[in-house]
């Protein structure tokens, strides 16, 4: 199964597509992740990324499908993926849909997580994430033991730069934008698009995304 999350930043995707892909030992491909390694580890793509990523704006298409293609290439033919932060335009959507179709594949489904955006602002302004395991925390949602240190590996939590509130502002716009148009254009193809309310707790919202995909562990 081919499963876009979609949902504007701070929503929860990226805490739902790990809890998702542990239990079910599902694939991940998430861009944003994809490029801030190739900004850290200094590369040309990086650098150009890095530009766009600090505003708060979309990296070119190309690049994108690059890295997208690269990573799919990597993965054993049937395995069950989650796609989180790609697609993010219409552009990208039809590349990706098209690029599937040569192999025989298509996007199954889609899940929209959703919530206001004063929820969003707060949830980003308290995010935090590991540098070395990249766990991420959440003041209000997913506190960790110890304010600033990382469960998992005692690393010191820090702030993406982008998740500064005036780039945020910005992202949320990018999203509504050039993302959120993506809901109609899989309405109009065969994928079943659920939404699911962003909101709850973590285990709430996992629990009404795995009921919408039909999946379960015993
Ligand atoms: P995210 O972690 O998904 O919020 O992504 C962080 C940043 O990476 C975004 O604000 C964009 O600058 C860039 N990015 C991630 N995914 C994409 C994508 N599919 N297309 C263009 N830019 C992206």
Known sequence: MHVVLLGPP???KGTQGILLADAFGWERIVTGDLLRAARDAGTELGREAQQYMARGELVHDQLIIGIVQEKLKTLTLGT???FDGFPRNSSQALTFSMMLQTVGLAIDQVVVLEADDD???????GRRSCPSCGAVYNQ????PIREGVCDTDGG??????????????????VYRRETEPLIAYYEKSHALVHHIAGSPSVEVVQTALRDALGLSLS
């Not at 209000?140 to 506190?143: D, E, K, R, Y």
């Not at 010191?156 to 716009?173: G, I, Y």
Request: net charge positive; proline share 3%.
């Open 140 to 143: 209000s949602l997913a506190s």
């Open 10 to 12: 701070g929503v929860g």
């Open 156 to 173: 010191a939590l820090f702030r993406r730069a982008d998740d500064e509130p005036s780039t945020v502002r910005n992202r949320l716009e």
């Open 119 to 125: 929820v969003l602002i707060k949830r980003i302004s």
């Open 80 to 82: 069950n993926v989650v």
